[in-house]
């Protein structure tokens, strides 16, 4: 963590927004954005899950995910259709890992540092809630889903410039479909950092998407085509 002034936080954040904009593919800058923009709405998050039970335990305990701390032999064994098994289906299908999210360095809040944290390593639980690949239009849906439910400026850019790089077809089924279902589906489901998810692993999907009040997706998406680079960072707004 780097302590810095709230004037260097200003400058870091107009200097990382306008690199951002300038090259999307700088997605060191894109990380720096999302941390000195998002006080805000990290107090609110982070008292949202004070105010749960699970979410209280999680800031307290404060566990990570990574592959080391995963116990990938259990969740191989888990039936199809439990969180378990398909967040390792996700994993193996699009080729991702957890351990590529980067850890949080201009948050000055301890507490706030670690929600930022979780967020970012939540990130493919919530495509496996979603039902959304890690293709552009499942990224925009997903982003759509995080505006809405945490409030993160972020999300809300990642959210409003994603669409710019959508076909027109697929830009007609986020904006009749996919869009209006992700929104509505951030606003109401239960705070989703507030999920203890390493203790759930052998809870149903559907059950848990029940749980927080999170309908099944209108559109099921095939699997990226052009599947994204392991070290992929996904507060890229571009989503490239």
Aim: glycine share 6%; with cysteine.
């Amino acid at each position: 963590m780097v302590q810095c002034y709230p004037l260097q936080k200003v400058l870091l954040a107009v200097g990382s927004g306008v690199a951002a904009l300038q090259d999307p593919y700088r997605h060191d800058m894109v990380a720096v954005l999302g941390e000195t923009t998002g006080h805000q709405a990290l107090r609110k998050l982070r008292d949202r899950m004070k105010n749960d039970p699970e979410g209280c335990s999680i800031l307290m305990e404060r566990p990570r995910i990574h592959l080391s701390t995963l116990d990938l032999s259990h969740m191989s064994t888990l039936p199809d259709g439990s969180l378990g098994r398909e967040y390792l289906r996700f994993l193996d299908e699009n080729q991702v890992t957890p351990d590529s999210r980067a850890d949080v360095k201009f948050v000055d809040n301890e507490e706030l540092a670690y929600v930022m944290q979780r967020y970012r390593e939540v990130h493919d639980l919530l495509h496996t809630l979603l039902g959304m690949p890690t293709n552009m239009l499942g990224e925009v849906a997903v982003k759509c889903f995080e505006a809405a439910q945490t409030g993160l400026p972020m999300c809300i850019l990642g959210a409003v410039l994603g669409p710019l790089r959508l076909s027109s077809r697929r830009l007609q089924q986020l904006l009749t479909s996919l869009g209006p279902w992700a929104l509505q589906s951030g606003q109401q489901a239960r705070c989703v950092l507030s999920i203890y998810y390493e203790r759930r692993w052998e809870q149903s999907l559907d059950s848990l998407r029940e749980e927080l009040g999170i309908e099944p997706p209108p559109l099921k998406l095939k699997t990226a085509s052009k599947v994204l680079p392991p070290d992929h960072d996904y507060n890229d707004p571009t989503f490239l």
